[in-house]
């Protein structure tokens, strides 16, 4: 037996395993120690039945065969025994063929080289291992990932894989197709790999606009939300200022009195409007029984007092619910002050903004009601403003409610412009 054969047989056997494990690494993985067992126990099954059809049909036959005794096998494997969707499944593999490319090619280039078929192998012995760890290290999580993204993400990072693994096939192994000479055979798969490339950058270049726009989103939430911590902050410590100056009441009483006692009714009378006046500016009102909306509420009536629009606020809301605070805040800060911004701008008789908020069949109703100018536009179901800085609010409210799991509904009818959100108290 020459040493060429030798280390063909054992280049075939190491390619397998190569393939077998990067598929079964980049469909993420053996989880348990039963499935270590089931892939370590029908891979060397997979190689025997392999060994035998190269023995007993020749080579030829065996690579038309290799799908049905490796591919389609490790396709299954993951599946049904490893628990992996079909999708990842099929691209794991293809991808894990397109891989195997890279240390064939360093031992083809080689031996061309060197003009020795067996220094090829030798050197195709010695590369295959350190591929495969590289590949671990670094392509396998970005695989993974990009996969795992989104069906969209998956078709295109399957798409190169997949299709190569059947133009290899159909031109090299069920024809001779690629290797007859013709310049049609000799550029359609650069082609191919160009044309992927386009489709995978433009693709790329999309996704990676909605991922920067995402995280400026979150950007906006974070501060949104510390802001709406600070005004929670802010509106807690005048509560806290307003049952410090009730329970200085009797101070307040002792001076009147004093005013009284030595004759001077009429400042008595100014010290009393000077205490009401205070105590009404920093005394919220009882809305409902949730503090925080007793205190947006209480904060939103004084400002629009102060813009001339007239606010109806209803509230029903109990002391606890499952949405977080700094969220809360942030989501009716955001539709009141757009409220309130909108009808300011109008005629003295259509200043006005209706608030609504309840629990209705486990769910939060939160309503807002505002007359609006003009036609509104709006984009991807959010009013839309050309202006710079206009929108955030809007966005940021849609972002919780599907944060929270909840619905969220803009509409703008009859020059009535309505938000709603429904979110889920369970």
């Not at 909306?293 to 904060?299: G, K, P, Q």
């Not at 809007?394 to 619905?407: E, M, N």
């Amino acid at each position: 037996m020459s040493p060429l054969y030798v280390f063909n047989l054992v280049n075939y056997g190491l390619v397998f395993f190569f393939g077998a494990f990067l598929s079964i690494s980049i469909a993420g993985g053996c989880r348990s120690r039963r499935e270590w067992i089931m892939v370590l126990t029908v891979s060397p099954l997979l190689l025997l039945l392999q060994g035998m059809s190269l023995y007993l049909l020749g080579l030829d036959a065996t690579k038309e065969l290799y799908p049905f005794m490796a591919h389609i096998p490790l396709f299954l494997l993951l599946v049904f025994v490893l628990g992996r969707p079909v999708g990842i499944s099929l691209v794991s593999v293809c991808t894990a063929y397109l891989c195997c490319q890279l240390p064939r090619c360093g031992g083809m280039a080689l031996a061309a080289l060197t003009d020795s078929e067996l220094v090829g192998e030798v050197f195709y012995t010695a590369i295959i291992f350190p591929i495969l760890v590289l590949l671990q290290w670094f392509f396998v999580p970005s695989a993974r990932e990009a996969m795992a993204e989104s069906t969209k993400a998956l078709f295109l990072f399957g798409s190169l894989p997949v299709s190569f693994y059947m133009f290899s096939y159909a031109t090299a192994i069920y024809s001779d197709f690629l290797y007859s000479g013709s310049d049609v055979a000799a550029e359609m798969l650069p082609t191919l790999v160009g044309l992927f490339y386009m489709i995978y950058t433009t693709a790329y270049r999309q996704q990676l606009q909605r991922r920067t726009q995402a995280e400026l989103m979150n950007s906006l939430m974070g501060g949104q939300l510390k802001q709406a911590e600070n005004d929670m902050q802010a509106l807690r410590r005048a509560e806290a200022q307003s049952a410090a100056y009730q329970h200085d009441m009797r101070h307040h009483l002792a001076a009147i009195d004093g005013f009284l006692a030595v004759g001077k009714p009429k400042e008595a009378r100014d010290y009393i409007r000077g205490v009401r006046d205070d105590i009404e500016a920093i005394t919220p009102k009882r809305f409902c029984e949730n503090e925080l909306v007793n205190l947006l509420c209480s904060s939103f009536s004084a400002k629009a007092q102060r813009m001339g629009v007239r606010l109806s606020l209803r509230a029903a809301v109990p002391g606890k619910l499952e949405i977080s605070d700094t969220e809360l805040c942030a989501m009716l800060s955001n539709g009141l002050e757009n409220a309130l911004k909108a009808a300011a701008a109008l005629e003295e008789s259509r200043r006005w903004v209706e608030f609504y908020s309840g629990i209705h069949h486990d769910k939060l109703l939160i309503e807002i009601k505002n007359p609006c100018a003009g036609k509104v536009d709006f984009l991807d179901g959010l009013p839309y403003s050309g202006e710079p800085g206009h929108g955030y609010g809007c966005r940021s409210i849609s972002t919780i409610a599907r944060r929270c799991h909840g619905l969220c509904d803009f509409k703008a009818e009859n020059g009535i412009f309505t938000m709603r959100v429904a979110l889920p108290m369970l």
